[in-house]
T-cell receptor, first 114, second 114 residues
């Protein structure tokens, strides 16, 4: 049972393009939605995160759009660069005093071509 | 600060052998967890701990044991390795509570069971 569904599985864009990765979730108790970036041979690293009380969050070239009623959120990468080529994971968690128990999507392999 | 340190980086086991994957963090995080990453399946939670002496099961706990005797260390034990446990294993840590939720991941352990 995939609680967080991510698409597409892979994506190729030209330098300067705006790749968009989409995620959908089932559990309405989720209240924390991070995106992680992973380079080959490395562990995932937090890129940007959003709480459900806002519809958009921007950090540099990365933007999360959040639609609570549709139970969907997406990552947009503005002016994409070859250095953005990586695997991107969306995730969701229910934040309690117990910590950060993340449920991940299946990942999107992004390639940015010159 | 070293962050989250995992050892070994690579390991080959024969079916039926046991081993321990080590994880240590120096950020005084209460929460630690183990994930496995398989192609097309994202990261799945194996076990987690909200503090020393407290552990609980995640999504895919069968075949694995954990213990948490100190805040810093959270080893993962494979009791009797099976080919289905061939995967990349990641340890993560974070603070508990709502104020600081970023999860930090180690570099991973690539395990092959033959």
């Amino acid at each position: 049972q995939q609680q967080v569904k991510q698409s597409p599985q892979s994506l190729i864009v030209q330098k300067g393009g705006i790749p968009i990765i989409n995620c959908a979730y089932e559990n309405t108790a989720f209240d924390y939605f991070p995106w992680y970036q992973q380079f080959p041979g490395k562990g995932p690293a937090l890129l940007i995160a959003i709480r459900p009380d806002v519809s958009e969050k921007k950090e540099g070239r990365f933007t999360i759009s959040f639609n609570k009623s549709a139970k969907q959120f997406s990552l947009h990468i503005m002016d994409s660069q070859p250095g953005d080529s990586a695997t991107y994971f969306c995730a969701a968690a229910i934040l309690t005093g117990g910590g950060n128990k993340l449920t991940f999507g299946t990942g999107t392999q992004l390639k940015v071509e010159l | 600060n070293a962050g989250v340190t995992q050892t070994p980086k690579f390991q080959v086991l024969k079916t039926g052998q046991s081993m321990t994957l080590q994880c240590a963090q120096d950020m005084n995080h209460e929460y630690m967890s183990w994930y496995r990453q398989d192609p097309g399946m994202g990261l799945r939670l194996i076990h987690y701990s909200v503090g020393a002496g407290i552990t609980d099961q995640g999504e895919v706990p069968n075949g694995y044991n954990v213990s948490r005797s100190t805040t810093e260390d959270f080893p993962l034990r494979l009791l009797s390795a099976a080919p289905s446990q061939t995967s990349v294993y990641f340890c993560a840590s974070s603070y508990s509570g709502h104020s600081n939720t970023e999860a930090f991941f180690g570099q991973g352990t690539r395990l092959t069971v033959v």
